[in-house]
Protein backbone atom coordinates (compact mmCIF):
# COMPACT_ATOMS: atom_id res chain seq x y z
CA UNK A 1 0.00 0.00 0.00
CA UNK A 2 2.97 2.42 1.34
CA UNK A 3 4.78 1.26 -2.35
CA UNK A 4 1.40 2.21 -4.48
CA UNK A 5 0.93 5.32 -2.61
CA UNK A 6 4.50 6.70 -3.20
CA UNK A 7 3.84 5.20 -6.96
CA UNK A 8 0.88 8.07 -7.15
CA UNK A 9 2.41 10.95 -5.72
CA UNK A 10 5.27 10.88 -7.59
CA UNK A 11 3.01 10.48 -10.81
CA UNK A 12 1.08 13.87 -9.31
CA UNK A 13 4.55 15.57 -9.84
CA UNK A 14 5.12 14.63 -13.68
CA UNK A 15 1.73 16.67 -15.88
CA UNK A 16 -1.48 15.80 -15.79
CA UNK A 17 -2.91 18.76 -17.74
CA UNK A 18 -4.66 17.95 -20.38
CA UNK A 19 -3.83 19.01 -23.89
CA UNK A 20 -5.03 22.70 -24.81
CA UNK A 21 -7.31 22.07 -27.16
CA UNK A 22 -9.65 20.25 -24.59
CA UNK A 23 -12.51 22.65 -23.57
CA UNK A 24 -11.62 24.44 -20.35
CA UNK A 25 -14.32 22.68 -18.62
CA UNK A 26 -13.18 19.35 -19.35
CA UNK A 27 -9.81 20.31 -18.29
CA UNK A 28 -11.24 21.55 -14.83
CA UNK A 29 -12.55 18.63 -14.17
CA UNK A 30 -9.53 16.58 -14.48
CA UNK A 31 -7.18 19.07 -13.14
CA UNK A 32 -9.18 18.69 -9.93
CA UNK A 33 -9.08 15.19 -10.34
CA UNK A 34 -4.78 14.90 -10.05
CA UNK A 35 -5.32 17.88 -7.30
CA UNK A 36 -7.70 15.77 -5.10
CA UNK A 37 -5.69 12.57 -5.88
CA UNK A 38 -2.46 14.76 -4.39
CA UNK A 39 -4.37 15.45 -1.68
CA UNK A 40 -5.12 12.18 -0.61
CA UNK A 41 -8.55 12.60 -0.94
CA UNK A 42 -9.79 9.32 -3.15
CA UNK A 43 -12.91 9.16 -2.91
CA UNK A 44 -13.29 12.83 -4.67
CA UNK A 45 -10.35 12.06 -6.92
CA UNK A 46 -12.09 9.21 -8.40
CA UNK A 47 -15.53 10.81 -9.12
CA UNK A 48 -13.93 13.50 -10.83
CA UNK A 49 -11.52 11.44 -12.66
CA UNK A 50 -14.66 8.88 -14.29
CA UNK A 51 -16.64 12.12 -15.20
CA UNK A 52 -13.51 13.67 -16.41
CA UNK A 53 -12.41 10.72 -18.49
CA UNK A 54 -16.13 10.26 -19.58
CA UNK A 55 -16.82 13.96 -20.74
CA UNK A 56 -12.79 14.13 -22.91
CA UNK A 57 -13.70 10.36 -23.98
CA UNK A 58 -17.05 12.25 -25.56
CA UNK A 59 -15.99 15.02 -26.80
CA UNK A 60 -12.60 13.09 -28.76
CA UNK A 61 -14.83 11.14 -30.88
CA UNK A 62 -16.82 14.22 -31.27
CA UNK A 63 -14.06 16.10 -32.57
CA UNK A 64 -11.34 13.44 -33.80
CA UNK A 65 -11.38 14.01 -37.49
CA UNK A 66 -10.53 17.23 -37.06
CA UNK A 67 -7.98 17.46 -34.77
CA UNK A 68 -4.93 16.48 -36.81
CA UNK A 69 -2.66 13.92 -35.80
CA UNK A 70 -0.58 14.90 -33.66
CA UNK A 71 -3.10 16.50 -31.04
CA UNK A 72 -5.47 13.30 -31.52
CA UNK A 73 -2.62 11.07 -30.48
CA UNK A 74 -1.76 13.54 -27.36
CA UNK A 75 -5.30 12.83 -26.42
CA UNK A 76 -5.76 9.05 -26.40
CA UNK A 77 -2.19 8.86 -24.52
CA UNK A 78 -3.55 11.28 -21.74
CA UNK A 79 -7.26 9.71 -21.94
CA UNK A 80 -5.11 6.46 -21.02
CA UNK A 81 -3.21 7.98 -18.49
CA UNK A 82 -6.17 9.42 -16.70
CA UNK A 83 -7.75 5.81 -16.94
CA UNK A 84 -4.60 4.61 -15.29
CA UNK A 85 -4.58 7.06 -12.85
CA UNK A 86 -8.23 6.20 -11.89
CA UNK A 87 -7.50 2.27 -11.90
CA UNK A 88 -4.48 3.18 -9.32
CA UNK A 89 -6.97 5.65 -7.13
CA UNK A 90 -9.61 2.89 -6.68
CA UNK A 91 -7.52 -0.06 -5.84
CA UNK A 92 -5.24 2.30 -3.47
CA UNK A 93 -8.88 3.03 -1.86
CA UNK A 94 -10.31 -0.53 -1.44
CA UNK A 95 -7.25 -1.71 -0.13
CA UNK A 96 -7.10 1.41 2.45
CA UNK A 97 -10.79 0.00 3.13
CA UNK A 98 -10.43 -3.19 3.49
CA UNK A 99 -7.11 -3.06 5.65
CA UNK A 100 -9.04 -0.41 8.11
CA UNK A 101 -6.44 2.37 7.23
CA UNK A 102 -8.68 4.74 5.61
CA UNK A 103 -8.75 8.10 6.36
CA UNK A 104 -9.66 11.46 4.47
CA UNK A 105 -9.66 15.18 5.48
CA UNK A 106 -11.27 18.31 4.39
CA UNK A 107 -10.10 21.45 5.87
CA UNK A 108 -13.24 23.77 5.67
CA UNK A 109 -11.87 27.55 6.03
CA UNK A 110 -13.27 30.07 8.06
CA UNK A 111 -15.87 32.47 5.63
CA UNK A 112 -15.29 30.01 2.89
CA UNK A 113 -18.04 28.64 0.54
CA UNK A 114 -18.62 25.86 -1.71
CA UNK A 115 -18.76 22.95 1.07
CA UNK A 116 -22.66 22.23 0.70
CA UNK A 117 -23.54 18.24 2.04
CA UNK A 118 -23.70 17.48 -1.16
CA UNK A 119 -19.80 17.87 -1.47
CA UNK A 120 -19.00 16.79 1.94
CA UNK A 121 -21.22 13.64 2.24
CA UNK A 122 -22.10 13.22 -1.21
CA UNK A 123 -19.33 10.64 -2.55
CA UNK A 124 -19.55 8.24 0.44
CA UNK A 125 -23.22 7.84 -0.41
CA UNK A 126 -24.35 4.71 -2.51
CA UNK A 127 -27.58 2.87 -2.89
CA UNK A 128 -26.71 -0.04 -0.90
CA UNK A 129 -27.25 2.32 2.22
CA UNK A 130 -30.11 1.75 4.83
CA UNK A 131 -29.49 2.93 8.12
CA UNK A 132 -28.23 6.39 8.85
CA UNK A 133 -26.87 7.54 12.60
CA UNK A 134 -26.24 11.20 13.43
CA UNK A 135 -24.47 11.88 16.69
CA UNK A 136 -24.76 15.55 17.36
CA UNK A 137 -25.71 17.91 20.50
CA UNK A 138 -26.77 20.82 18.89
CA UNK A 139 -29.64 19.98 17.00
CA UNK A 140 -31.89 21.91 18.86
CA UNK A 141 -32.87 25.08 17.41
CA UNK A 142 -34.55 25.87 14.12
CA UNK A 143 -31.68 26.83 12.09
CA UNK A 144 -29.87 23.62 13.27
CA UNK A 145 -33.10 21.36 12.86
CA UNK A 146 -32.91 23.28 9.14
CA UNK A 147 -29.54 21.54 8.80
CA UNK A 148 -30.35 18.26 9.80
CA UNK A 149 -32.82 18.94 6.96
CA UNK A 150 -30.51 19.63 4.51
CA UNK A 151 -28.45 16.69 5.45
CA UNK A 152 -31.36 14.38 5.24
CA UNK A 153 -32.54 15.90 1.74
CA UNK A 154 -28.70 15.32 0.51
CA UNK A 155 -28.93 11.69 1.38
CA UNK A 156 -32.75 10.89 0.19
CA UNK A 157 -30.98 12.30 -3.17
CA UNK A 158 -28.89 9.86 -3.17
CA UNK A 159 -30.14 7.11 -1.63
CA UNK A 160 -33.07 4.92 -0.19
CA UNK A 161 -32.49 4.72 3.32
CA UNK A 162 -35.12 3.11 5.61
CA UNK A 163 -34.07 4.99 8.55
CA UNK A 164 -32.36 7.86 9.76
CA UNK A 165 -31.44 8.39 14.06
CA UNK A 166 -30.42 10.75 15.52
CA UNK A 167 -29.00 11.22 18.99
CA UNK A 168 -28.57 14.90 20.73
CA UNK A 169 -28.62 16.94 23.67
CA UNK A 170 -29.96 20.21 25.35
CA UNK A 171 -29.66 22.21 27.76
CA UNK A 172 -32.63 22.77 30.10
CA UNK A 173 -31.35 26.10 31.58
CA UNK A 174 -32.06 27.55 28.05
CA UNK A 175 -33.70 25.15 26.31
CA UNK A 176 -37.30 24.11 26.21
CA UNK A 177 -37.31 19.90 25.61
CA UNK A 178 -41.16 19.84 24.06
CA UNK A 179 -40.18 22.69 21.74
CA UNK A 180 -37.11 20.56 20.37
CA UNK A 181 -39.22 17.41 20.30
CA UNK A 182 -42.35 19.44 18.39
CA UNK A 183 -39.46 20.29 15.89
CA UNK A 184 -37.83 16.79 15.50
CA UNK A 185 -41.39 15.50 15.17
CA UNK A 186 -42.39 17.70 12.04
CA UNK A 187 -39.43 15.96 10.95
CA UNK A 188 -40.32 12.70 11.57
CA UNK A 189 -43.75 13.27 10.00
CA UNK A 190 -42.20 14.29 7.02
CA UNK A 191 -39.60 11.28 6.75
CA UNK A 192 -42.39 8.61 7.48
CA UNK A 193 -44.28 10.27 3.96
CA UNK A 194 -40.96 8.79 2.36
CA UNK A 195 -41.23 5.94 3.59
CA UNK A 196 -38.20 6.73 6.01
CA UNK A 197 -38.54 5.76 9.45
CA UNK A 198 -36.83 8.47 11.83
CA UNK A 199 -35.48 8.09 15.26
CA UNK A 200 -34.47 10.64 17.63
CA UNK A 201 -33.16 10.66 21.58
CA UNK A 202 -31.56 13.01 23.82
CA UNK A 203 -28.62 11.93 25.45
CA UNK A 204 -26.77 14.28 28.38
CA UNK A 205 -23.41 13.06 28.10
CA UNK A 206 -22.98 13.32 24.13
CA UNK A 207 -20.22 15.70 22.84
CA UNK A 208 -18.55 14.41 20.02
CA UNK A 209 -20.12 14.64 16.28
CA UNK A 210 -20.41 11.43 14.05
CA UNK A 211 -22.58 10.55 11.24
CA UNK A 212 -22.38 6.78 10.50
CA UNK A 213 -23.57 4.59 7.74
CA UNK A 214 -24.26 1.32 7.73
CA UNK A 215 -22.21 0.96 4.36
CA UNK A 216 -19.13 1.06 6.61
CA UNK A 217 -18.44 5.03 6.41
CA UNK A 218 -17.73 7.20 9.42
CA UNK A 219 -17.86 11.04 8.94
CA UNK A 220 -16.18 13.06 11.90
CA UNK A 221 -17.17 16.74 11.24
CA UNK A 222 -15.86 19.17 13.91
CA UNK A 223 -18.89 21.64 14.07
CA UNK A 224 -21.48 19.04 13.34
CA UNK A 225 -24.02 19.65 10.95
CA UNK A 226 -24.24 23.38 12.09
CA UNK A 227 -21.29 24.94 9.77
CA UNK A 228 -22.85 27.66 8.34
CA UNK A 229 -22.96 31.06 8.90
CA UNK A 230 -26.41 33.34 8.80
CA UNK A 231 -27.32 34.03 5.26
CA UNK A 232 -26.68 38.13 5.07
CA UNK A 233 -31.23 38.34 4.72
CA UNK A 234 -33.47 35.75 3.54
CA UNK A 235 -33.43 37.72 0.05
CA UNK A 236 -29.75 37.12 -0.57
CA UNK A 237 -28.03 34.31 -2.72
CA UNK A 238 -27.08 31.47 -0.42
CA UNK A 239 -30.21 31.84 2.00
CA UNK A 240 -31.58 28.84 0.12
CA UNK A 241 -28.29 26.71 -1.29
CA UNK A 242 -25.78 26.36 0.97
CA UNK A 243 -23.10 26.05 -1.81
CA UNK A 244 -23.15 29.88 -1.38
CA UNK A 245 -23.25 30.22 2.25
CA UNK A 246 -20.13 31.11 4.10
CA UNK A 247 -18.93 28.47 6.50
CA UNK A 248 -17.41 28.42 10.03
CA UNK A 249 -13.99 26.90 10.47
CA UNK A 250 -13.71 23.05 10.73
CA UNK A 251 -12.45 20.09 9.77
CA UNK A 252 -14.12 16.94 8.15
CA UNK A 253 -12.44 13.46 8.97
CA UNK A 254 -14.03 10.44 6.76
CA UNK A 255 -13.30 6.44 7.62
CA UNK A 256 -14.10 3.28 6.95
CA UNK A 257 -14.30 0.90 8.99
CA UNK A 258 -15.81 -1.88 7.35
CA UNK A 259 -16.50 -3.05 3.16
Not at 25 to 30: F, G, K, P, R, Y
Not at 43 to 68: I, P, R
Not at 158 to 166: D, E, N, R, T, V
Not at 197 to 208: A, G, K, L, R, V
Request: one cysteine or more; a neutral charge.
Amino acid sequence: ILLLNSELCEDNMSSGTPPPSVPQSISEVLTRAVDLEGKRRYTESLVCYQEGVKLLMHWYKANKESLGADMEKAVRVRLDDYLKRAEAVKLLSDRLKKSGQFHEQMEIAEDSTGWSFDLIIGPYLDPNLRTVSIEDPYIRKPYQVLNLIRFCETVLRKCKPASIALVTSFDPKVDKQEEIEERLNKVKVSLSRLSVTFHFSFSPSIHDRKITLDTGWVIKIGRGLDIYKPPESNFSVGSCDTFFRRCHQTVVDVYCVKM
